[in-house]
């Protein structure tokens, strides 16, 4: 063999089975993240418990750390720079100025923060942990100071039902910015054939979620959230939320739209007798006591409200596509605005 081609065969064989033992059949698995040797001496109760709410923002000056579970972040852009975090003893939104937080902190993610330096404060009522004195942002190039992520983990919601949270005062209080789940629960007709928001809109929509009871709650809906534009479910069935608060009035903030689960038979639909409209039982009343139509029945939207002390607690007035009628009770109703009955 010609010594050229000799020396190349053998040249090209060596670098054959150089390559051959390089090769990993063995695929490493992805570095885990390492884990912060953080260990907390506070809690989110004893956070709260610094500030007066309506108050000014009150300077975290203890080196506490508080370890705590992300249950919402900002994934769907229903929340806006903020995270809602709870451990065992409270819940509370901390804010945060950057976009994009669930890439680094996404639901699950056990959060070590270092409050030292911070503030808590309310933003009508509902607490949270800001950056500066005015309840701001942590600033985005800080944020690394203070918060650390630990590992992930399931997020599993706490059960209530929006009677005890409504009436009794401290189970709203224990899960106020608690994730929260709710059985047996659909939307208020009123907004049926609606819109969860209005994509693009620049603020926000609220929408009535009701019980079976005649018990409702606000649904507060970011324009900018991904599921803005979907149409409002029209069953009843589970929900999953973040309890939260605004002035007095109850809300419930969704994390996306698939914490909705309404695919049940709608609650509060009564069968027997027929459908009349309200103008049919106004033109039945002849002046005096006037028996209703027999074996009839009327459907409408309450009109009235309750609760600011304008109209008596025992009346409601509600109307259909025809007119409207006040109904009376021998005791307080809660039936509120929007509600079908």
């Known amino acids: 063999m010609n010594f050229k081609y000799s020396f190349l065969f053998l040249f090209v064989a060596f670098l054959g089975l150089t390559f051959s033992a390089c090769v990993d059949q063995e695929f490493d698995e992805p570095p885990g993240r390492n884990l912060p040797a953080l260990e907390a001496n506070a809690t989110i109760q004893q956070v709260k418990d610094l500030h007066t709410l309506g108050g000014n923002a009150s300077a975290i000056t203890e080196d506490w750390i508080i370890a705590a579970t992300v249950v919402a972040d900002d994934a769907s852009g229903n929340l806006y720079q903020q995270l809602v975090i709870e451990d065992a003893t409270a819940g509370i939104i901390i804010r945060l100025g950057n976009n994009g937080l669930y890439t680094l902190y996404p639901v699950g993610t056990e959060l070590f923060i270092k409050l030292k330096g911070l503030y808590v404060n309310d933003f009508n009522n509902l607490y949270q942990i800001a950056g500066d004195a005015s309840g701001g942002l942590i600033a985005g190039p800080l944020i690394g100071e203070y918060v650390v992520a630990g590992e992930v ?38 907004d049926l054939g609606d819109t969860y928001a209005v994509p693009g809109g620049g603020g926000g929509r609220n929408r009535t979620m009701e019980d079976c009871f005649g018990n409702s709650v606000t649904v507060r809906n970011s324009d900018f959230a991904d599921f803005a534009g ?79 002390g304008n109209f008596n607690g025992q009346n409601v007035v509600v109307q259909d596509g025809t007119a409207g009628i006040v109904v009376r009770f021998s005791s307080a109703h809660n039936f509120s605005v929007g509600q079908e009955i």
Not at 158 to 167: A, F, I, K, R
Not at 182 to 188: N, P
Not at 293 to 302: H, Q
């Open 153 to 190: 983990k399931e997020v599993t919601p706490t059960p209530t039902s929006l009677e005890e949270v409504l009436n009794n005062q401290v189970v709203f209080n224990d899960l106020l910015s608690r994730l929260v789940s709710m059985e047996d629960m659909q939307f208020a007709a009123v």
């Open 230 to 308: 979907d149409a409002i479910p029209e069953g009843n069935g589970p929900v999953i939320g973040v309890l939260s608060i605004f002035g007095t009035t109850v809300q419930l903030t969704l994390r996306n739209a698939e914490d909705v689960q309404f695919n049940g038979e709608r609650c509060g639909v009564t069968t027997g007798g027929d459908l009349v409209s309200i103008a049919d039982i106004r033109a039945a009343y002849n002046g005096g006591a006037t028996t209703a139509p027999a074996d009839s029945k009327i459907r409408g939207v309450v009109i009235s409200d309750k609760d600011n």
